[in-house]
């Protein structure tokens, strides 16, 4: 009886156990199952930048037009007309003249041989997510922070510059502010063609993925316009060849009537969306003869009658840029890449457009796109070249060393919004190097190193985009360091 009551519980014992393992295992699957449905994944970067300024030529800046031109029209009334705009104009940014009665506002004075150096450190984080859920349909997003060390204190813009505020900020109640960079889902008809659409993936393109050692992240190159779009795409493959189409209209927002559209200086009123389209072609090839894959995009970008609320200042703009790449040439780690881009920039209006200023307007100076003329086009180019080398053995196995070249002409249209340097290399009217190094450790840390040179010849007085173009004599150097992980 003895016996046979042991081996009933060495049976059962055996049995609960295969259930348990049947069980666990069950649950590997069903966790299995949602791990294909869903993946998260990120980047988090830490980062010290140490920057140095030097200005040897004077310019001014507007930082805020209406100010100036109020500030204007009180000085002409104070100094009885033409004696008051003569000493208004005399006068440097934020200067009190006549008396005290008036301050020149709206503008800022930058100094002959003025000087500036700064070091500070950044932190990036980005949160990635997939999901599949059929094999028609996928939906990728990010969600992104960017902010310096601790902040003790701030001026300027930001509305929590509170001092002492970056101390609690996610860790105490206060509003629910997120960063959502990316956000868009692909839906392929009938297998080909592929229709897009949300917050679209368009920064951080080409070059800028060779710096820091990682895949190209944006599908838009820097060249072709660096900036967050919201739209719809259509892509269709044809084996080597991509060709897609992006329908990514600009709104004009009236946050007080979510009817009514804005108005113009004039009165009028603004069309609440504005059409921008961008045509692509890329080619990619992993069997080639000189190189372990090229890659070539060439992209047009249309943006017509971009309005600016309370003015009646619009623009028209039409750039074409071209990016390619070897990879691995000739089987040395040596890799190229260049790109260029052309823009025809049309002007209509200017900023100072209040029919109230017409009694200083001949003292107000013309602040058109690239212009200091109202209803004119600009055309301008810009291009560059990158060079970079892959040790693949010995003490530096794993890293990579670089260099880059890049020059924008005094007429180009240079945007980019997506940028994390002190300075942005390609939005430099004149001549910037960049010398760069990364290591990829093993388990997946990366450092980084950079220096950047550049060296501004043109500035225009408003967003760097408005306003006569003025001859300055600006460089800007900055040496960098970050660590990265991928998880």
């Not at 902010?147 to 813009?157: A, E, F, P, V």
């Not at 084996?239 to 979510?258: E, I, M």
């Not at 550049?454 to 003025?470: F, H, K, W």
Request: hydrophobic fraction near 35%; charged fraction near 20%; glycine fraction near 10%.
């Amino acid at each position: 009886m003895k016996k046979i009551a042991i081996a009933g519980l060495s049976a059962l014992m055996m049995t609960q156990g295969h259930a348990q393992s049947l069980e666990e295992r069950v649950e590997a699957l069903e966790y299995q199952g949602y791990e294909n449905f869903f993946k998260v994944s990120g980047s988090m970067e830490m980062r010290f930048d140490f920057v140095s300024r030097d200005n040897k030529d004077s310019y001014t800046t507007f930082s805020d037009p209406n100010a100036y031109a109020k500030a204007l029209a009180t000085a002409a009334a104070v100094g009885g007309g033409a004696a008051g705009i003569s000493a208004f104009q005399a006068a440097e940014c934020g200067e009190t003249i006549l008396s005290g009665a008036v301050t020149k506002e709206g503008c800022s004075t930058v100094g002959d041989d003025q000087q500036d150096n700064s070091r500070f450190g950044r932190l990036f984080l980005n949160l990635d997510v997939e999901s599949n859920p059929t094999n028609k349909l996928s939906f990728y997003g990010r969600l992104s922070m960017a902010k310096y060390i601790t902040t003790l204190t701030s001026q300027g813009s930001d509305p929590n510059s509170g001092a002492f505020s970056d101390l609690s900020a996610g860790a105490n109640a206060s509003d629910a502010s997120l960063w959502v960079e990316r956000a868009f889902a692909n839906y392929k008809v009938n297998d080909d063609p592929t229709f897009t659409f949300g917050r679209l993936p368009t920064i951080d393109g080409a070059p800028m993925h060779h710096h820091k050692a990682q895949p190209m992240a944006g599908n838009y190159p820097i060249l072709a316009f660096s900036g967050i779009f919201d739209g719809m795409a259509l892509t269709q493959n044809f084996g080597k060849h991509t060709a897609r189409v992006v329908y990514s209209p600009l709104s004009t927002v009236n946050f007080s009537d979510s009817i009514s559209a804005q108005s113009d200086a004039a009165g009028d009123k603004l069309s609440r969306m504005e059409d921008a389209y961008a045509l692509m072609y890329e080619y990619s090839d992993g069997d080639v003869g000189f190189a372990r894959k090229v890659n070539v995009i060439a992209m047009h970008n249309s943006i017509g009658n971009l309005p600016i609320t309370g003015t009646d200042l619009k623009m028209n703009l039409q750039r074409t840029s071209l990016y390619a790449e070897a990879l691995d040439v000739a089987d040395t780690g040596v890799t190229l890449a260049v790109h260029g881009m052309t823009s025809t920039t049309e002007s209509e209006g200017q900023v100072f457009s209040d029919p109230a200023l017409a009694g200083v307007s001949a003292a107000l100076p013309t602040l058109g796109w690239l212009s200091g003329e109202e209803d004119d086009k600009t055309t301008g180019t810009a291009y560059g070249i990158l060079a970079k080398y892959r040790f693949s053995n010995g003490f530096l196995k794993g890293s990579s060393i670089g260099g880059e070249y890049f020059h924008g002409s005094e007429g180009a249209f240079l945007y980019d919004a997506g940028n994390n340097d002190p300075v942005s290399m390609y939005t430099t009217y004149g001549d910037a190097y960049r010398v760069f190094y990364n290591k990829t450790f093993e388990g997946g840390l990366k450092w980084n190193v950079q220096y950047m040179s550049q060296q501004q010849d043109y500035i225009r007085p408003y967003v760097g985009l408005i306003g006569e173009a003025a001859e300055v004599d600006r460089k800007t150097d900055f040496v960098s360091t970050s660590f990265i992980v991928n998880f």
